[in-house]
C-alpha cells in the first residue's frame, strides 16, 4: 500500500468588516415577497366641447374635473382679465345653522346636456339637503353667457343660499365691487373671504354658522359693513381696459364675495326663507367688454336688469 498524501491546506482570506451603517445581508435560501406593481395607466374619453363666442373662447366639460365653463383665450386685438374655470358653477347650499359646502359640486348627481348655444347640469336632491337645481348656461353672441338657475325645494328652510363660484387658478387679477357710492378695488386676502352683503339682514346671515366649515379650515370672514350697491363683480385688465362683468339682480343676490385663499370669487343667491313644494330661478349674466371707465358697465348693467325683469313676469 502506496503512503496518503498530506492534505493540503488552504489558506481562507479574512472576512472585511461591515462597513458602519450598512445593511446586514438577509439569509440565503429565504424567500421575500415582490413589491406589488404600479397599476396600469387609464385612458378615459372626457366629454369637452369647444366654443367661441363675439371674441371669447374656452371650453365646456360635462364631467370632472373642472367641470363647467372655462373662459380660456381671447381673440387678437382684445385681453382676457384672468383665465377662469367652472365660470358660475353651483358650489355650496347653505341654510341658518347649516352649512352644505361643496354639496352641490362634490355630492349630488349631476346630470349634463349640451344644445345648439350652450349646456345644462340637473342636481339631484342629496340625503341632507331637499334641493334640485338645473342651471341653465347660454353663450350670448357678443361675447359672455347668461345662466338660468332653476331650484326646487321639497322641505321648507330657513334663510336658504345657493353659493356660486368662479375659480381662477393662476392668479386673482383686478377684482371691482361698487360699495358705499363708488367701485372699490376687491382684496384677496390669502386667508380671508371678504363678503359685500345686500343689507344688514343679509350680513347677519354670514355669522348664522353657515360658513363654519371655511373657519375650521383657516380661512377668516370679514363683512363690509357697506355692502355692495349692485351685484355687480368686474374682474378688468389694467393695461387694454378689457373685462368680464358677472351681474345678478339684488332680489336674487344676497352678497358677492372674493376669497383669497382659494383664488375665486361668488355671489349667494336668494338669502330667504323657502316652503315646501316650492320653487326659485334666479337669473345672471356675464359680458365681455372693454370698459376704460368701470361705470361704463352700467348701462349694460340696467339693460339686464330690464330683460330679466321682464322675463320673470312673463
Not at 347668461?146 to 363660484?165: I, S
Not at 343667491?269 to 323657502?274: F, H, N
Amino acid at each position: 500500500m502506496r503512503p496518503k498524501k498530506a492534505a493540503k491546506k488552504v489558506a481562507r482570506k479574512p472576512k472585511k468588516p461591515a462597513a458602519a451603517g450598512a445593511p446586514k445581508q438577509k439569509a440565503a435560501g429565504k424567500a421575500q415577497p415582490r413589491a406589488a406593481p404600479p397599476p396600469p395607466p387609464v385612458l378615459r374619453p372626457v366629454p369637452l366641447y369647444e366654443f367661441t363666442a363675439g371674441g371669447l373662447g374656452g371650453f365646456v366639460r360635462l364631467t370632472d374635473p373642472d367641470r363647467g365653463i372655462e373662459f380660456s383665450r381671447a381673440e387678437k386685438g382684445k385681453a382676457l382679465p384672468a383665465r377662469a374655470r367652472e365660470v358660475l358653477s353651483l358650489r355650496h347650499y347653505l341654510a341658518t345653522g347649516h352649512g352644505g359646502l361643496l354639496v352641490p359640486r362634490e355630492e349630488a348627481a349631476c346630470e349634463a346636456k349640451v344644445s345648439k348655444q350652450g349646456v345644462s347640469f340637473r342636481y339631484q336632491r342629496t340625503r341632507d339637503w331637499p334641493v334640485d337645481a338645473t342651471a341653465t348656461y347660454e353663450l350670448l353672441a357678443e361675447g359672455g353667457l347668461d345662466l338660468a338657475l332653476t331650484f326646487g325645494f321639497a322641505q321648507g328652510l330657513r334663510a336658504f343660499e345657493a353659493g356660486l363660484g368662479t375659480l381662477m387658478p393662476m392668479e386673482l387679477p383686478s377684482i371691482y365691487v361698487h360699495s358705499g357710492g363708488r367701485w372699490v378695488q376687491a382684496a384677496g386676502l390669502s386667508r380671508v373671504q371678504r363678503f359685500y352683503p345686500r343689507n344688514l339682514a343679509a350680513a347677519e346671515l354670514i355669522a348664522d354658522g353657515r360658513w363654519n366649515g371655511l373657519r375650521m379650515a383657516g380661512i377668516g370672514l370679514a363683512v363690509e359693513p357697506r355692502g355692495y350697491d349692485y351685484p355687480i363683480v368686474v374682474l378688468r385688465e389694467e393695461r387694454s381696459r378689457w373685462a368680464l362683468i358677472y351681474m345678478a339682480l339684488t332680489e336674487e343676490c344676497s352678497a358677492v364675495w372674493v376669497n383669497g385663499a382659494d383664488r375665486h370669487f361668488g355671489l349667494g343667491l336668494i338669502g330667504a326663507d323657502v316652503k315646501a313644494r316650492s320653487s326659485a330661478t334666479c337669473r345672471l349674466r356675464v359680458l365681455f367688454r372693454q370698459a376704460e371707465e368701470l361705470d361704463d358697465v352700467l348701462p349694460c348693467y340696467r339693460e339686464f336688469v330690464q330683460e330679466a325683469r321682464t322675463t320673470r313676469r312673463r
